[in-house]
């Protein structure tokens, strides 16, 4: 089971994604461009000592990352979901998808993706930080893949 960013826009957010995929042993895909150098002082601080634990690749594009992906689906996470994340089922070769903070996925994400999941808030909020969606996520998939 991998985990990946499209195009974050928050060093904070990706600190934070290193230090869970450390946690849970899931491998973590960085996909550019990013608003932020990835040796960011931010990024680094947020991820504190887990980064030499948890295994990043930084891809420099959306062709790159979908040339060098492993066989699996790819499961986007969205507010456009189309599926509960209580309804879906992981399998573990799945790549958790996450799109950019500000923007989300853009259409030619979606249509790549194999499947969308929405993960289910209150009908007034409109979003959950992108390291808390993540972490909601891998918990998920990892506990639950069959």
């Known amino acids: 089971m991998r ?12 600190g934070a994604c290193i230090r869970l995929s450390a946690c849970f042993g899931v491998e973590l895909d960085v996909i550019g461009p990013t608003a932020f150098a990835l040796d960011d002082r931010a990024m680094k601080r ?71 999941v929405v993960i289910p808030i209150r009908p007034a909020a409109r979003s959950l930080n992108l390291a808390v969606s993540a972490g909601i996520a891998v918990w998920a998939a990892t506990s639950t893949a069959t």
Do not use: K
Request: hydrophobic content about 45%; cysteine-free; overall charge negative.
């Open 3 to 14: 985990l990946a960013l499209f195009q974050p826009a928050i060093p904070q957010n990706v």
């Open 46 to 116: 947020a991820a504190l000592d887990y980064g030499p634990l948890g295994h990043m690749t930084a891809h420099p594009s959306w062709d790159a990352f979908q040339a060098a992906r492993a066989p699996g689906r790819l499961v986007l996470f969205t507010t456009r979901g189309a599926t509960p994340l209580q309804d879906f089922a992981f399998r573990p070769d799945d790549v958790l998808l996450f799109g950019s903070e500000p923007t989300g996925a853009p259409e030619f994400v979606h249509s790549a993706a194999d499947a969308r």
